[in-house]
């Protein structure tokens, strides 16, 4: 019942070995940050979730689906129960806000094939629910890049929401923000968390954003795990 389950997972690109052995295991509901300095495989192994990167051994299991092996319909209908955040947010930016988070239904439904992309009712009322979610339904109508860094990551997370995914993966979500955005977008993917069931996996460069706002902190070095512990424990330690 893991939602993510890797075993001696090892991916190496030429001399480098972003992953190195990794062993992790994530259960429904928790919300694990992932910390290491620049270059200790955080990224690696998250891209290894979502099928993004491929291990040259070891076992990469996710909502019960081997990763190492699925490709085609498999891998996508994998990828459309995971949902994805950004460091640079990947919104675009010309669109409005809302349409950006109703671009989110299409990562739920195969895309339509023919034709200009018309949104049911019922979607354009959930995105503006989300929108609301992350306090941003004031400015549906207003262009994408016309907001703040950290406005905008809230959109790519109402967006995200609009999926509906299982589990959540946020790779350095709050790297390019300014200290007070950075804790609303932690804000929000704890009680995204906490009241939705979802699971997160979460990559952070700073420790402290970690202890502040996960249960759990999982330490990287080398592509090796380093340190796996709860964070009331590391908390105390202090
Ligand atoms: P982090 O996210 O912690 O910064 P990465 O997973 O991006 O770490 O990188 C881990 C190591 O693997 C680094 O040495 C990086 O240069 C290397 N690496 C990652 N992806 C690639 C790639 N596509 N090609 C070559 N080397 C890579
Ligand atoms: P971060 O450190 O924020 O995780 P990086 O700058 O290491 O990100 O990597 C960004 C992208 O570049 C990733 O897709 C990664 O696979 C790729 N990459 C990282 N290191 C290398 C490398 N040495 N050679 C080629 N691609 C790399």
């Known amino acids: 019942n893991h939602i ?14 972003a ?3 990794v062993a992790l295991t994530v ?14 495989g955080k990224s690696t192994l998250l891209r ?11 076992s990469v299991r996710v909502l019960g689906v081997d ?3 699925a490709r085609g319909r498999g891998l996508r209908a994998l990828r459309r129960r995971v949902g994805m955040v950004f460091q640079q947010f990947n919104l675009i930016g010309r669109l409005t806000v809302l349409e950006n988070v ?10 339509p094939r023919y034709g200009i992309v018309t949104w049911p009712k019922a979607d354009r009322a959930a995105a503006i629910e989300h929108l609301d979610r992350v306090g941003l339904a004031d400015r549906a109508y207003q262009r994408a890049d016309s907001l703040s860094g950290g406005q905008q990551q809230r959109v790519a ?11 959540v993966l946020a790779d350095e979500p709050v790297a390019s923000l300014d200290p007070e955005s950075a804790a609303q977008v ?25 202890l502040a706002w996960t249960r759990r902190v999982v330490g990287l070095r080398d592509g090796r795990v380093v340190l796996d512990q709860p964070t009331a424990a590391l908390d105390q330690e202090r």
Not at 28 to 35: Q, S, T, Y
Not at 102 to 111: H, K
Not at 157 to 167: F, K, V, W
């Open 19 to 21: 992953c190195d052995g």
């Open 67 to 69: 990763l190492a092996t």
């Open 157 to 167: 997370i109402a967006r995200m929401l609009m999926q509906r995914p299982e589990l």
């Open 186 to 210: 932690m804000d929000l993917l704890f009680r995204i968390c906490l009241e939705d069931r979802l699971t997160v996996v979460c990559s952070l460069h700073q420790i402290d954003l970690a």
């Open 4 to 17: 993510v389950e890797i075993d001696s997972l090892v991916k190496t690109y030429g001399e480098t070995r």
């Open 102 to 111: 109703l671009t989110g239904a299409l990562g739920r439904d195969p895309l």
């Open 27 to 40: 259960n429904a509901g928790e919300l694990v940050a992932l910390v290491g300095p620049s270059g200790s």
């Open 48 to 58: 290894h979730l979502n099928g993004l990167a491929r291990p040259d051994s070891g």
